[in-house]
Nanobody, 120 residues
């Protein structure tokens, strides 16, 4: 089994910053693509940013230039640095990690989510 634990969510005023982290644990042999997604009430879950095992990144147009995704393969962590936050960034943020676990089986795991609220 692979477990993901997110941290770093909270409330912030528009223009503020937050840093989200996601720690993976369990019988992990290797990590492949990792990403952050978010879901607002009444909306579908959407991609925020992804990062490959080689470090290539991809961002949603709405966060390009404001958010930075990074990973530490040794610590098995995924981070999202969010700056210039806007009210429309308010959502539950989920981390997603793909890789291979014990017995060389693939896994595709999701965290339980962390709330980010941007308001005055």
């Amino acid at each position: 089994q692979v477990q993901l634990v997110e941290s770093g969510g909270g409330s912030v005023q528009p223009g503020g910053s937050l840093r989200l982290s996601c720690a993976a644990s369990g019988s992990i042999l290797s990590l492949n693509a990792m990403g952050w997604y978010r879901q607002s009430p009444g909306k579908q879950r959407e991609l925020v940013a992804t990062i490959t095992s080689g470090g290539s990144t991809n961002y949603a147009d709405s966060v390009e230039g404001r958010f930075t995704i990074s990973r530490d393969n040794v610590k098995k962590t995924l981070n999202l640095e969010m700056t210039s936050l806007k009210p429309e960034d308010t959502a539950v943020y989920y981390c997603n990690v793909k890789g291979r676990r014990s017995y060389d089986l693939p896994f595709d795991s999701w965290g339980t989510g962390t709330q980010v609220t941007v308001s005055t």
